[in-house]
């Protein structure tokens, strides 16, 4: 029996990746941006925005739980999709993405998180809402965006490998602090 | 009409050995309470049936008469589905290890090539595994 599938020499290399097969890169590729586009926090966050559009928490809910539930079975099958061209002994699952891979993932979730929290600010900021409310709201998100940003300055200093696990995390925070500052000036400036 | 099944027990559980333990006592009740000797099962799982098709496609109008009559012959029958299921489980079993070790050696897309099947279904057979314990030899071989 004569393996199908022309892989790296395993002298060469013994652990192969789908990125390295060029059959499975497209399947990796696709398991890829479905994973990150049907991630729950993006579902949440779409779910979020959708709320916001539709005025109806059920068709938010819905679509949040089509998202993830869909994704997850649509992952599924591109994955094994990708990996069936690496014999099970050859398969390298603890190969870490491309850095820009894993930054390109949480930059989409931390542009919808920030839509979102932009939304919960501007919605706090209609004069229905009583000032009270609106302080109590902020500080909170402040405390938040303090102590996100505090954990990541000690990822980042902390350890060579603390770093470049918390160097991916950075959209983010980014995102995070920004919202809130801009939140400033809807809720409690002017 | 319940008939105790006495000595019998220990015949009833080599005869339905290919059942689950859970429900044998429910099967060996239910020929037990319908007058169906162990014999008549054990001769029909010994020739997998042959008889009972011969029977039924003989054009007699009393065909089941030698068998008890209908619900006997359905119930006999039924057993010899079971045992064929059972084989059947068996072998999937035996099938589902196998791929698993390709499945370790050679890439997926090799795997379903040379089984004839899709890629989708090879990972279905190798997730499968084995459940359950299974009989060590089929009835028509008679006792070691």
């Not at chain 2, 015949?11 to 008549?40: C, E, Q, Y």
């Amino acid at each position: 029996m004569n393996e199908l599938v022309h892989l790296p020499d395993p002298a060469v290399r013994s652990l192969v990746h789908p990125l390295d097969v060029p059959e499975a890169r497209r399947p990796f590729l696709q398991y890829w941006l479905i994973t990150t586009l049907t991630d729950p926090s993006v579902a949440f966050c779409v779910a979020g925005l959708l709320w916001f559009a539709t005025r109806n928490p059920a068709v938010s809910v819905l679509a949040g739980l089509a998202i993830v539930v869909g994704g997850w079975y649509a992952q599924r099958c591109v994955r094994d999709q990708a990996w069936s061209f690496i014999p099970g002994k050859r398969q390298d699952r603890e190969r870490p993405l491309p850095l820009t891979w894993a930054l390109g993932a949480n930059t989409v979730f931390a542009v919808l998180f920030a839509a979102v929290v932009l939304l919960i600010a501007l919605r706090l900021g209609r004069p229905d809402v009583p000032a009270q409310v609106r302080v109590y709201t902020f500080d909170f998100a402040a405390a938040t965006a303090v102590l996100v940003l505090a954990s990541a300055v000690v990822g980042l200093v902390r350890s060579r490998e603390s770093r470049s696990r918390t160097l991916i995390t950075l959209p983010g925070v980014v995102a995070t602090v920004a919202a809130v500052a801009v939140s400033y000036g809807f809720l409690l400036g002017g | 009409m319940r008939c105790q099944p006495g000595d019998d027990t220990d015949v009833w559980a080599a005869t339905l050995a290919h059942r689950p333990p859970d429900v044998l006592d429910t099967v060996r009740d239910r020929f037990v309470a319908n007058d169906v000797p162990p014999d008549l099962v054990r001769a029909a799982l010994d020739d997998g049936g042959d008889a009972l098709h011969a029977a039924v496609t003989s054009g007699a109008t009393d065909w089941a008469d030698k068998f008890g009559g209908p619900l006997p012959a359905a119930l006999i029958a039924a057993e010899v589905s079971a045992l064929a299921a059972h084989l059947n489980s068996r072998a999937s079993a035996v099938r589902s290890l196998a791929v698993r070790e390709l499945l370790d050696d050679y890439s997926a897309v090799t795997v379903a090539a040379h089984l004839a099947v899709s890629r989708q279904k090879v990972y279905e057979i190798g997730r499968a595994g084995t459940n359950g314990t299974y009989i060590d030899r089929v009835p028509w071989r008679g006792q070691p």
